[in-house]
């Protein structure tokens, strides 16, 4: 099993050298109100998200009977699949990638229906290892959240995926707690799956606030996932705790791409704007007190300040032992002239 190092969604890189790749997770967000739904992809779309997704399914074909409870919770805040083609059309005309989470088969089978550019495969399908070997058998791009996973489930996983020739897989670090303690989000996670399967590595978030996934950011993330909300406070909902809003989802992707530039290249070189700062920050030797001329230099004649405009401190060994050319006054910057 090798996975693809990198891979396009359309004409979008994923992973390789390409910026982190931001998913604005609306889920269910819409709570089954439509024009909320495309309230949502506006959110996304002028925050600057990569792509907006949703979460789609039929209660009656995810839950049992026994899941009454669970029906009638969830029911309510799903949206007819007619509507998400609505969804992905109006996402188009505003410039952001559509994705789904199918949480059944009739939603993926419908979700193929409308060509979407790729899938998302939640952890709730933690071992359902008939439907992951169906969505990867698509063919399409998949991103793979593993909450509840041990690593050899991943891998176990991966093995179901990758036997259908579909190797563009891209692996999230996840915890799925509503919201994840900071203690339990293991962000090495990553780290581990990079070193053990390769390919494209990322992570969605369930924690409060947005710090988390920026430190996803910084230690390599090339897909992290955000939910997203219009609302807060919902009774009976936890994505909302979890969740950007719009006082602050533009904000959170501006940081991570400014993470993204101060990452930079791993070589240590002098930068343009240090090379400005190089003569005020850096120091020159100078006069310690009065030096008459023809007084030999020692050591304990010279002290180091700034600016830098004068002779180095590392050239303090070739000028001990020289001469002063003239009398210098104490706190004089030493240049070569006044030495003979």
């Not at 739904?37 to 996304?44: E, G, I, K, M, N």
């Not at 410039?95 to 899938?119: K, N, Q, R």
């Not at 690593?151 to 897989?169: R, S």
């Not at 053990?196 to 430190?215: C, E, K, Q, W």
Request: glycine share 8%.
């Amino acid at each position: 099993m090798t996975l693809s190092p990198s891979f396009k969604i359309g004409d979008r890189q994923i992973g390789g050298d390409a910026p982190c790749f931001i998913i604005a997770e609306a889920g269910i967000s819409h709570f089954g109100d439509f024009d909320k739904a495309l309230t949502l992809v506006d959110l996304a779309v002028e925050a600057k998200a990569d792509a907006v997704k949703f979460q789609m399914f039929d209660v009656e074909r995810m839950i049992t009977a026994q899941g009454q409870e669970w029906r009638d919770r969830l029911g309510p805040r799903s949206l007819k699949p007619e509507r998400f083609r609505d969804i992905q059309a109006y996402a188009k005309e505003q410039g952001v990638m559509f994705i789904c989470t199918a949480h059944e088969e009739d939603s993926f089978d419908f979700l193929e229906s409308l060509d979407v550019p790729a899938h998302k495969i939640g952890s709730g399908e933690y071992q359902n290892w008939p439907y992951l070997r169906k969505i990867a058998a698509a063919g399409k791009p998949v991103f793979f959240s593993t909450g509840m996973y041990g690593v050899e489930d991943v891998a176990e996983a991966l093995d179901v995926m990758t036997a259908t020739g579909n190797t563009n897989i891209a692996i999230l670090q996840c915890t799925t707690s509503y919201p994840t303690p900071p203690e339990e989000v293991n962000l090495r996670v990553m780290e581990l799956y990079r070193d053990r399967f390769g390919g494209v590595i990322g992570y969605s978030d369930h924690t409060a606030g947005y710090h988390i996934p920026l430190a996803a950011v910084a230690r390599g993330a090339k897909v992290v996932e955000k939910h997203i909300t219009l609302e807060f406070n919902i009774p009976n909902a936890q994505d909302w705790k979890v969740s950007c809003g719009p006082d602050d989802l533009a904000k959170f992707i501006a940081e991570a791409r400014e993470i993204e530039r101060a990452l930079g290249l791993a070589e240590k070189t002098q930068t343009p704007a240090e090379a400005q700062s190089i003569d005020w920050a850096r120091k020159s030797l100078v006069a310690a007190r009065p030096i008459a001329k023809g007084d030999v230099i020692t050591e304990n004649l010279l002290i180091s300040k700034r600016p830098g405009t004068g002779i180095a401190p590392r050239e303090i060994t070739a000028v001990i032992g020289k001469k002063a050319a003239r009398a210098l006054d104490a706190d004089h910057t030493l240049s070569w002239s006044d030495l003979t």
